[in-house]
């Protein structure tokens, strides 16, 4: 009659199987479970190799089922075990014992542990003192499989002393296998990182498989010579063209010939962010290369700045097929653009959540903003969360009020040269608009009203003020007053806005990490030292940048650092007492990034 052989681990090993561990075994009852065991060595403890009777023992071991002969065998623990010397494998109070081809009663030392595979074929026929009647159904079962027991806790009574104990610790670590599944989430956070991609995909096929999708997902283009072979790439192995999601060709300086960017743009089937800043020759005919190839197009972002070729006529269509997909959508610097371009984005992008308008000269009026707002008298934009405006001197109160109106998500608003927009603008988006993030520059018609009534209407945590003539020290006060959880704050210190201002911050703002002093401090008679010791204040600050500080010397940053350990970066701008050697070793010295320009 046959009957099994179990075989246990004197240290308690990690299991990894395909199937749940269940959580115990009653009384008599043989449970199996199929799946893959990848053995680790552990350090043994003196204590585990004690013998005790009569107390539970918890398993830690698995049960390998052999056709030999043996008197009933339970399953044995690491407590049962009589001897436990050799790190490599020994055999223990067992008669006629074979497991994986040892057929011995006593075995020791490092020969026969590469007969034990990592994965451990095994059926359990009995844990509890089983008879033959027992392992009937088990031992008719030629195929292998493995069987993973955890810790169960067993009765010291049913335990069997007639049964072989192999105790096995592998001599050397062993390479733990990586699941193909998870390398797609373990390489995501590599995407930053092409150099360590490319590592990756040297490691095995498997790995270069998942690699390549992150490779090519987003490339790294920065001349015309790498994006000339990219193409090249790209017409050996097509394939490649379905796994690129972002395209960004605006670090590319130099100019881009026109047959460069229409074989690029038919190549684009699946492309998420496009940003094509500073391609000169872009014109019509390459946008509607790219609607024609690229079916179909569901342009989440789409970046245009410096295209002054480009006019309504491709870009309607490059909106219309993108549609309610688009979320962001930056325009900048293109003069061929009109009211009517903004009508199209109106009716068709309702998923817009960013906008920026920069540039536009009067080619942007009141009229396309507000077909943002009630285009056909309903509202469109609702999802709108981000508006920036630059250079649009045509653009007056009216048509903000009523984009506050219809945005009720409106968080983040920028105005920069904006010479009609006035307070009117702003007390209607602290009105309508959940505001968060306030950036004014050069806002000739902002007065310290707005920034009051803002303060007291809207949780900010973001504040910048820069280069409004109108703005003091009132305005500055008020608004940090009100705005406890205030994370960013960037003040130009001119003209009316002083020290009191950021003696106020440090004061109201607990939460500030983020902090720029701009203005020229050396023309307003402000001493470095004194912005630096009003941010020794601020518990919680992490980042400082400090234009136009000429005064200040290595000394003076050395002694911020000892003072303000929680200041990760120092940022200095327009400095002439520090140079680059200079920081880089102040760098080596301190937990502190030190960048002087």
Request: proline letters at 6%.
């Amino acid at each position: 009659m046959a009957t099994s052989t179990s075989v246990a681990t004197a240290t308690s090993l990690p299991f990894r199987a395909s199937t749940p561990q269940p959580a115990a075994l009653p009384a008599g009852h043989a449970h199996t479970v199929a799946g893959q065991l990848l053995l680790r060595p552990q350090q043994q403890h003196p204590q585990q190799h004690q013998h005790h009777h009569g107390h539970v023992g918890s398993v830690s071991a698995i049960a390998v089922s052999s056709g030999d002969t043996a008197p009933s065998a339970g399953l044995v623990t690491a407590a049962d075990s009589e001897s436990f010397v050799s790190p490599a494998l020994t055999l223990a109070a067992g008669p006629s014992a074979a497991v994986a081809g040892i057929g011995s009663s006593s075995v020791s030392g490092n020969s026969n542990i590469n007969t034990l595979s990592t994965t451990v074929s095994t059926t359990i026929s009995s844990l509890h003192g089983s008879s033959s009647s027992n392992t009937a159904g088990t031992s008719n079962n030629n195929n292998n499989t493995v069987t993973e027991l955890g810790h169960y806790q067993l009765p010291a009574t049913t335990r069997s002393r007639s049964s072989a104990v192999i105790i096995l610790h592998p001599p050397f670590p062993r390479p733990v296998r990586i699941i193909p599944d998870v390398l797609p989430d373990i390489f995501g956070f590599l995407q930053d990182s092409s150099a360590t991609l490319h590592s990756c995909a040297l490691v095995s096929t498997t790995w270069h498989a998942v690699a390549l999708q992150f490779l090519y997902t987003s490339p790294q283009l920065r001349t015309v010579r790498s994006l000339r072979k990219l193409l090249a790439t790209l017409a050996l192995h097509p394939s490649l063209c379905h796994w690129i999601r972002r395209l960004d060709l605006s670090h590319i300086r130099t100019t881009i010939l026109a047959n460069d960017l229409a074989r690029l743009l038919g190549m684009l089937p699946r492309v998420r962010q496009l940003d094509l800043s500073f391609c000169r020759e872009l014109r019509d005919n390459h946008v509607h290369l790219l609607v024609a190839h690229c079916r179909p197009l569901a342009l989440a972002e789409l970046r245009l700045s410096a295209n002054r070729h480009v006019t309504d006529t491709s870009l309607q269509e490059l909106l219309r097929h993108s549609g309610p997909s688009l979320r962001g959508l930056c325009i900048d610097e293109c003069h061929g653009v009109t009211d009517r371009t903004l009508q199209v984005v109106a009716a068709e992008c309702t998923g817009l959540q960013a906008l920026k308008l920069a540039s536009t000269a009067t080619a942007v009026t009141d009229d396309g903003l507000a077909a943002l707002a009630f285009p056909l008298g309903t509202p469109r934009c609702t999802a709108l969360r981000s508006l920036q405006l630059y250079d649009c001197p045509a653009l007056t109160d009216a048509s903000l009020a009523l984009l506050a109106q219809a945005c009720p998500a409106l968080a983040s608003l920028e105005l920069f040269r904006l010479p009609n927009v006035s307070d009117a603008a702003l007390f209607a988006m602290a009105k309508h608009a959940p505001l968060s993030s306030l950036c004014v520059g050069e806002m000739p018609l902002i007065t310290d009203a707005a920034l009051c009534t803002l303060g007291r209407h809207c949780d900010m945590r973001s504040l910048t003020v820069c280069h409004c003539e109108n703005i003091t020290d009132r305005g500055v006060v008020e608004m940090v007053r009100h705005s406890p959880n205030l994370r960013f704050v960037d003040l130009g210190l001119l003209g009316d806005i002083t020290l009191v201002s950021l003696v106020a911050t440090a004061q109201c703002c607990p939460h500030l990490t983020d902090l720029v002093v701009s203005g020229n401090l050396h023309a307003e008679a402000i001493p470095t030292r004194a912005v630096m010791d009003v941010v020794r204040a601020m518990p919680r600050l992490e980042s400082l940048t400090v234009f136009h500080s000429r005064d200040i010397t290595l000394d003076d940053a050395e002694t911020l650092a000892r003072t303000c350990p929680h200041i990760r970066s120092l940022f200095i701008r327009q400095c002439v007492h520090i140079v680059p050697p200079m920081a880089d070793g102040f760098c080596k010295r301190f937990r502190m990034q030190l960048v002087v320009e």
